[in-house]
C-alpha cells in the first residue's frame, strides 16, 4: 500500500477491496491459492474460509513471524514462506507445489509497516529513517548519506513525480547527514516552502520515492507479474492490487500486452511478441473502492483492483515483460 496514512486511516489493518477480490478470485473448496503479499493476513484467512489452501509470501520478517499463530492454526491449510513474491516460481517447486488455482498481490507497504515509527516508512512519527521492507542491507539514510544530489533529484522525480526534485534533493544534501524520518522530512519541507494546513505535504511523496527505490518494489512487481505468469494453472485467476499510479500502469501494461490486446508492433512490444498466444484472457475493468468502503477504511481511498484469467498458453517469459520506458 502506497499511500501514507492521516490519524484516521490508523484503525485496525483492513484488507482492501476483500469482497471484489474474492469474487474475482471466484475460490472452490479445496484449490490451492498463493498470497503474494502476507501482510496482517487479512487476504489468506479469507481465502481459507473460502475453502482454499494457501501458500502465502512475505519478505518482511516481521510479517512473517507475526503470521506463524495463524499458520499454526490453519490445519495445514496456510504455508507461509518468507521471499519476495516474485521468487515464487522457484519457492513452490522446492515445496513440490504443482500450479495454482488463484494469486493475489496487494503491492506496497503495509499499514503495520507505515504505523510503526521504528520502521522508518511513514512522516507521521519520528523514527530512524529505515524504510527496508526485508530489514536487510543499506537503509534509507545509508542511501541518502551517500548519493550524489543528482541521483537523488532523480529518484524524486522518477518514483515521487514531483517537478521541485532538484531543490529538493539539494536541500537533502545540505541537511546530511541524517538519520531520522524527522530530519527528511523537515529538510523537504523547507525545501519547498510548506505550509501545514494549506499545503499538500511533500514529504508523503519523497519518502514513498525513496522507498520505492531502496526496495525496488517496481521491478519487484513486474518480476511478480511474470511469475504469477509462471505459477496459474489455466483457468488460474489473478488478481492484483495497487495503490500508486505507476503500479498500476505496470499491471495494466501487462495484462493489456499478455491479453493480445496491446497494438503491434510497438516500441514496447515487436510484432513478433504480439503474434503469441494470449497467456491471460477475460481482463476485467479496474475497479476501484466505492463510498461504503472508504467511510470505513479511508487507506482504500488510491486502490484499484485489476482482475484476469490465465489461459493455457505457454508464458511469454521475461523477454516481452513491460520495459521500463513503459512506465512513463
Not at 499454526?72 to 516460481?89: D, H, I, K, N, Q
Not at 519547498?192 to 511533500?202: L, Q, T
Not at 473502492?289 to 482482475?307: C, D, K
Amino acid at each position: 500500500m502506497s499511500g501514507v496514512p492521516t490519524a484516521a486511516d490508523r484503525a485496525p489493518h483492513v484488507p482492501v477491496l476483500l469482497d471484489e477480490v474474492l469474487a474475482g478470485l471466484a475460490i472452490a473448496p479445496g484449490e490451492c491459492h498463493v498470497d503474494g503479499t502476507f501482510g496482517a493476513g487479512g487476504y489468506s484467512r479469507a481465502m481459507i474460509d473460502a475453502g482454499a489452501r494457501v501458500i502465502a509470501f512475505d519478505r518482511d520478517p516481521d510479517a512473517i513471524a507475526a503470521g506463524r499463530a495463524v499458520e499454526a492454526a490453519s490445519g495445514g491449510r496456510l504455508v507461509l514462506v518468507p521471499r519476495r513474491f516474485s521468487e515464487m516460481a522457484a519457492a513452490l517447486a522446492e515445496l513440490g507445489q504443482g500450479p495454482v488455482d488463484g494469486l493475489t498481490l496487494d503491492i506496497g507497504v503495509s499499514s503495520m509497516q507505515l504505523d510503526r515509527p521504528e520502521r522508518g516508512f511513514s512522516v507521521q512519527a519520528d523514527g530512524p529513517l529505515d524504510m527496508r521492507m526485508e530489514q536487510d542491507g543499506p537503509s534509507a539514510a545509508d542511501w541518502l548519506n551517500a548519493a550524489d544530489e543528482a541521483e537523488i533529484a532523480d529518484i524524486i522525480y522518477r518514483y515521487g513525480e514531483d517537478r521541485r526534485s532538484r531543490r529538493i534533493a539539494r536541500a537533502i544534501v545540505q541537511a546530511r547527514p541524517l538519520a531520522r524520518t524527522a530530519e527528511l522530512a523537515a529538510a523537504v519541507r523547507r525545501a519547498v516552502g510548506y505550509v501545514a494546513g494549506r499545503d499538500k505535504d511533500p514529504a508523503v511523496q519523497v519518502f514513498q520515492a525513496i522507498r520505492i527505490h531502496l526496495n525496488r518494489e517496481l521491478d519487484e512487481l513486474e518480476d511478480g507479474l511474470r511469475a504469477a505468469e509462471q505459477v496459474l494453472a489455466p483457468g488460474g485467476r489473478l488478481a492484483v492490487v495497487t495503490f500508486h499510479s505507476l503500479e498500476d500502469r505496470i499491471v495494466k501494461a501487462f495484462l493489456r500486452d499478455r491479453s493480445g490486446a496491446a497494438p503491434g508492433g510497438s516500441r514496447h512490444l515487436p510484432a513478433a511478441a504480439a503474434a503469441r498466444a494470449p497467456s491471460f484472457e477475460a481482463v476485467a475493468r479496474p475497479v476501484r473502492p466505492g463510498g461504503a468502503e472508504l467511510a470505513v477504511n479511508p487507506r482504500a481511498r488510491s486502490a484499484t483492483l485489476r482482475v484476469a484469467r490465465r489461459t493455457a498458453a505457454a508464458p511469454w517469459g521475461a523477454s516481452s515483460a513491460p520495459t521500463k520506458e513503459a512506465r512513463a
